[in-house]
Antibody
Framework: QVQLKETGPGLVQPTQTLSITCTVS????????IQWIRQTPGKGLEWMGF???????EYNSEFKSRLSISRDTSKNQVFLKMNSLKTEDTGVYYC?????????WGQGVMVTVSS | DIQMTQSPSLLSASVGDRVTLNCKAS??????LAWYQQKLGEAPKLLIY???SLQTGIPSRFSGSGSGTDFTITISSLQPEDVATYFC????????FGGGTKLELK
């Protein structure tokens, strides 16, 4: 059974760095892309970036300067790090398995950026 | 960047109604389009991919059509459990989502 689960802090202070882990099961990270998507009150659903099955990454230009995606295949985990957080980054962050469209999603993690 | 525009933003319909939601791309995306259903407090769920292919496990009352810039998703007979927000997404060039259509019961 394909599963993805995001874990991360609920609250982050402005200017700080957000770190979220996506733990997957039921498939191999070396066979699928993993995407990161967020949903904010201001902009709705936004594609953030992804890591390919081979390990290379691509980022939405909107986030490119402050976003990093990496993985540990031995732990079936993908990591999102985004720095210089602002209050507008408040929202739900999802990881998803991708083959063109996003066929399986994690439950999401709510992140609030506030002092 | 490719923009996706959905209409209407809110639709009220009755159980048993045939419901059609619309999605327009700012340029030709061929059939690189997916539809997702998001219920309150849940993650989006893939319904349709490649514009008209039904994802495994999705009821056959859902269907998708279109190509190029204009797409639709149709629910042939609306059920109470279909109350949700529906999003389209293009994956021809990067990935972009529409703003969503909120479907409620009349």
């Amino acid at each position: 059974q394909v599963q993805l689960k995001e874990t991360g802090p609920g609250l982050v202070q402005p200017t700080q760095t957000l770190s979220i882990t996506c733990t997957v099961s039921g498939f191999s990270l070396t066979s699928y892309y993993i995407q990161w998507i967020r949903q904010t009150p201001g902009k709705g659903l936004e594609w953030m970036g992804f890591i390919r099955s081979g390990g290379s990454t691509e980022y939405n230009s909107e986030f490119k300067s402050r976003l990093s995606i990496s993985r540990d295949t031995s732990k079936n985990q993908v990591f999102l790090k985004m720095n210089s957080l602002k209050t507008e980054d408040t929202g739900v962050y999802y990881c998803a398995r991708a083959a063109g469209s996003f066929d399986s999603w994690g439950q999401g993690v709510m992140v609030t950026v506030s002092s | 960047d490719i923009q996706m525009t959905q209409s209407p933003s809110l639709l009220s319909a009755s159980v048993g109604d045939r419901v059609t939601l619309n999605c327009k791309a700012s340029q030709n995306i061929y059939k690189n389009l997916a539809w997702y259903q998001q219920k309150l407090g849940e993650a989006p769920k893939l319904l349709i991919y490649n514009a008209n292919s039904l994802q495994t496990g999705i009821p056959s009352r859902f269907s998708g059509s279109g190509s190029g810039t204009d797409f639709t998703i149709t629910i042939s007979s609306l059920q109470p459990e279909d109350v949700a927000t529906y999003f389209c997404q293009q994956y021809y060039s990067g990935w972009t989502f529409g703003g969503g259509t909120k479907l409620e019961l009349k």
